[in-house]
């Protein structure tokens, strides 16, 4: 949460909303993308995280989704 300056949010229980309107460039890279309300770019995301690459994709486990 520090990392991206957001508020104190429980998100264990709900994924919905989390990451939103991810926008890619032509080779699949994360431009810029919607991380718990906030817009983040792509560059800042991965470095939030400590990611090696912004060329990355979410899935969400169908079990989840029966929830």
Do not use: P, T
């Not at 949010?9 to 309107?21: D, H, T």
């Not at 800042?44 to 060329?55: A, H, I, Q, Y």
Request: aromatic share 8%; hydrophobic share 35%; charged share 40%.
């Amino acid at each position: 949460m520090e990392l991206f300056n957001l508020s104190s949010s429980s998100y264990k229980e709900k994924v919905e909303g989390l990451i939103e309107e991810v926008e890619r460039d032509d080779m699949g890279r994360i431009k810029k993308l919607k991380f718990m309300n906030k817009d983040l770019s792509g560059k800042d995301f991965v470095e939030g995280l400590n990611l090696k690459s912004n060329r990355l994709y979410f899935l969400q486990k169908a079990s989840e989704l029966k929830k």
